[in-house]
Nanobody, 124 residues
């Protein structure tokens, strides 16, 4: 069992930056691939970024490549998402999720544990 708590969301102007963090409690955090997803009003939840259990592999949605960076600290049981050059279309609730697989996958249904989400709003 893994419990996830996100933080760091807020309101930012277009072109600005935010850093989201996700604190994990429970056993064996370092055995889970981790992912960030987002869900905008009226839209389905979508994959944003993923990182392998070891941290050695990262994947990104095309819409955020070059702007967002996912990282993790297995000693501190945390995973982060650095978001730069934010756009209004990045506005959504962002969720942290854990996958029992060792390598990151992009499917929503593949993830086993979810946080409660944190709101990110980008104004134009």
């Amino acid at each position: 069992q893994v419990q996830l708590v996100e933080s760091g969301g807020g309101l930012v102007q277009a072109g600005g930056s935010l850093r989201l963090s996700c604190a994990a409690s429970g056993r064996s955090f370092s055995r889970y691939a981790m992912g960030w997803f987002r869900q905008a009003p009226g839209k389905e939840r979508e994959f944003v970024a993923g990182i392998a259990a070891s941290g050695g592999i990262t994947t990104y949605a095309d819409s955020v490549k070059g702007r967002f960076t996912i990282s993790r600290d297995n000693a501190k049981n945390t995973v982060s998402l650095q978001m730069n050059s934010l756009k209004p279309e990045d506005t959504a609730v962002y969720y942290c999720a854990a996958d029992k697989a060792l390598i990151p996958r992009a499917g929503v249904t593949m993830f086993d544990y979810w946080g409660q989400g944190t709101q990110v709003t980008v104004s134009s």
